[in-house]
């Protein structure tokens, strides 16, 4: 891995307020940031708002606003999210920055160009929700199975993108891992999808959809979202559309499983058609539900980010994502569960351990017991290659493992009675540790203990039980 490392969430769609799938992902991104800059890696971590078409326009309307007013508002949304749960982005870009439009149009006159965009007639099922074209087989009883709703048959001229070209070299760039897709089982799907069908062309603009880029070459045109959207990761770095930016290729591009497809297909395609090096990875997480049922506004269980931090801290709601599922899986979660983990992980575990060390510590000695040094090593090792698996659940569970060691290391060695220093330093020592490989994940508690094991003295509950 090179010392240059890009790091992308996908855009988030500017149509409502961050829920708990886009705060997961960016999350995930935060952590894998801070985790590389501890390594000593030069680190551009970007995430933004994706802000035009039909169902951002018909949103504002909705709301009595023009669509630019309305972005802004939920961009506002977006950023003190971000801020409350301690998000370390590099930049966040915009599809309404002028740079980025100004970007996009200038592919678009290349590809145009280079003919690889040219005109047509589209009909097909068009979807709102999703914002793009479905197939017959996309559709369960008829409908949009992530909107439940039957989509529209639109018939109209439309610019095509010649995606169907690049079939063989994907599928081979795919295969090789020159493109790579994780988990393995994200790419066994993609393999499926691409060996079983032919791609075809790709419409990337509409003539009815009023809020968007228009076509450089046809103003009559705006351009679809998708091909907008995706040049983000690219003028999200200062590209003006010659010369790559330094931290290009992308390292890691994180997203959730529903828009894989796209960012497997169209994005690379585009990528190819420029000459630009393509991403090195993917890496696709899965779903939630909310105590085994699909979050919406009318059961009354979404889970709000904001709100979920403000109640129990920023620090419990990012180890609990991270911690109740395996990255890279779909994932159950609820408010109890995430009140159980704090009490039992964070409250009687992490925070009890710092506390009763701290009580019994009168200064900070250097010998350390070889056996807490094994543990401490081997978690350490377990933890830098869970990272490096982007196994983040696994990451965590290295330090719990520690922790627990610990504190029955203290119950045999019982050192307020036999008083043995070396005792109280190796747990100081394992602390420190622990203080260190945390710091990723939970950035303000890491903080806080350092604070303590510098000073060798007991402060404020780490996570004061509910």
Same mark, same amino acid.
């Given at each position: 891995?090179?010392?240059?490392?890009?790091?992308?969430?996908?855009?988030?769609?500017?149509?409502?307020?961050?829920?708990?799938?886009?705060?997961?992902?960016?999350?995930?991104?935060?952590?894998?940031?801070?985790?590389?800059?501890?390594?000593?890696?030069?680190?551009? &971590?970007?995430?933004?708002?994706?802000?035009?078409?039909?169902?951002?326009?018909?949103?504002?309307?909705?709301?009595?606003?023009?669509?630019?007013?309305?972005?802004?508002?939920?961009?506002?949304?977006?950023?003190?999210?971000?801020?409350?749960?301690?998000? $370390?982005?590099?930049?966040?870009?915009?599809?309404?920055?002028?740079?980025?439009?100004?970007?996009?149009? =200038?592919?678009?006159?290349?590809?145009?160009?280079?003919?690889?965009?040219?005109?047509?007639?589209?009909?097909?099922?068009?979807?709102?929700?999703?914002?793009?074209?479905?197939?017959?087989?996309?559709?369960?009883?008829?409908?949009?199975?992530?909107?439940?709703?039957?989509?529209?048959?639109?018939?109209?001229?439309?610019?095509?993108?010649?995606?169907?070209?690049?079939?063989? /070299?994907?599928?081979?760039?795919?295969?090789?891992?020159?493109?790579?897709?994780?988990?393995?089982?994200?790419?066994?799907?993609?393999?499926?999808?691409? /060996?079983?069908?032919?791609?075809?062309?790709?419409?990337?603009?509409?003539?009815?959809?009023?809020?968007?880029?228009?076509?450089?070459?046809?103003?009559?045109?705006?351009?679809?979202?998708?091909?907008?959207? &995706?040049?983000?990761?690219?003028?999200?770095?200062?590209?003006?559309?010659?010369?790559?930016?330094?931290?290009?290729?992308?390292?890691?591009?994180?997203?959730?499983?529903?828009?894989?497809?796209?960012?497997?297909?169209?994005?690379?395609?585009?990528?190819? !058609?420029?000459?630009?090096?393509?991403?090195?990875?993917? &890496?696709?997480?899965?779903?939630?539900?909310?105590?085994?049922?699909?979050?919406?506004?009318?059961?009354?269980?979404?889970?709000?980010?904001? *709100?979920?931090?403000?109640?129990?801290?920023?620090?419990?709601?990012?180890?609990?994502?991270?911690? *109740?599922? $395996?990255?890279?899986?779909?994932?159950?979660?609820?408010?109890?569960?995430?009140?159980?983990?704090?009490?039992?992980?964070?409250?009687?575990?992490?925070?009890?351990?710092?506390?009763?060390?701290?009580?019994?510590?009168?200064?900070?000695?250097?010998?350390?017991?070889?056996?807490?040094?094994?543990?401490?090593?081997?978690?350490?090792?377990?933890? =830098?290659?869970?990272?490096?698996?982007?196994?983040?659940?696994?990451?965590?569970?290295?330090?719990?493992?520690?922790?627990?060691?610990?504190?029955?290391?203290?119950?045999? *060695?019982?050192?307020?009675?036999?008083?043995?220093?070396?005792?109280?330093? $190796?747990?100081?020592?394992?602390?420190?540790?622990? !203080?260190?490989?945390?710091?990723?994940?939970?950035?303000?508690?890491?903080?806080?203990?350092?604070?303590?094991?510098?000073?060798?003295?007991?402060?404020?509950?780490?996570?004061?039980?509910?």
């Amino acid at each position: 891995m090179e010392d240059k490392i890009y790091i992308t969430t996908p855009i988030y769609y500017c149509n409502d307020l961050p829920h708990l799938g886009s705060a997961y992902t960016t999350i995930a991104a935060d952590i894998l940031a801070r985790y590389y800059r501890q390594q000593g890696k030069k680190v551009f &971590f970007l995430t933004g708002t994706d802000e035009h078409g039909s169902k951002i326009a018909q949103a504002a309307e909705a709301k009595g606003k023009e669509p630019k007013e309305f972005c802004n508002e939920v961009v506002a949304g977006f950023k003190k999210a971000w801020n409350k749960i301690n998000i $370390s982005n590099d930049n966040f870009i915009r599809t309404t920055d002028p740079f980025h439009e100004k970007v996009v149009q =200038k592919v678009l006159q290349e590809l145009f160009g280079k003919q690889f965009i040219y005109k047509g007639e589209y009909k097909g099922l068009y979807c709102v929700g999703c914002e793009q074209f479905l197939t017959e087989t996309d559709l369960i009883d008829g409908k949009c199975p992530d909107h439940q709703k039957e989509p529209q048959v639109l018939k109209e001229e439309a610019y095509f993108f010649k995606l169907s070209f690049f079939q063989k /070299e994907l599928l081979d760039k795919i295969r090789k891992d020159e493109f790579e897709i994780k988990p393995e089982q994200r790419k066994r799907e993609m393999l499926s999808f691409l /060996e079983k069908e032919q791609l075809k062309d790709v419409a990337i603009s509409r003539k009815k959809v009023k809020w968007g880029i228009k076509l450089p070459f046809d103003e009559k045109h705006t351009c679809y979202v998708w091909v907008d959207a &995706f040049l983000n990761y690219l003028t999200g770095l200062g590209w003006k559309g010659k010369k790559l930016p330094d931290f290009w290729p992308p390292e890691i591009q994180l997203m959730a499983k529903d828009i894989l497809r796209v960012h497997a297909t169209i994005w690379p395609g585009l990528l190819l !058609a420029l000459k630009i090096p393509l991403p090195r990875k993917l &890496f696709v997480h899965g779903f939630f539900t909310a105590n085994g049922k699909k979050m919406s506004k009318s059961l009354g269980n979404v889970i709000h980010p904001i *709100e979920m931090a403000e109640k129990y801290g920023p620090d419990a709601l990012r180890y609990f994502l991270f911690r *109740e599922i $395996s990255f890279g899986s779909d994932g159950d979660v609820s408010e109890e569960r995430l009140r159980e983990r704090y009490n039992s992980d964070l409250a009687s575990g992490l925070g009890n351990f710092l506390s009763r060390v701290l009580t019994l510590a009168e200064k900070k000695e250097q010998e350390l017991n070889p056996e807490v040094q094994k543990e401490i090593e081997k978690a350490k090792k377990n933890f =830098k290659s869970s990272m490096q698996d982007l196994k983040l659940n696994e990451a965590l569970n290295s330090i719990w493992e520690l922790i627990s060691f610990c504190d029955k290391y203290i119950d045999r *060695e019982k050192p307020w009675k036999n008083k043995n220093p070396k005792v109280i330093s $190796s747990l100081l020592i394992a602390l420190s540790e622990i !203080a260190e490989m945390i710091k990723p994940f939970l950035p303000e508690t890491s903080e806080k203990m350092l604070k303590q094991l510098k000073e060798v003295k007991k402060g404020e509950p780490l996570f004061p039980r509910l």
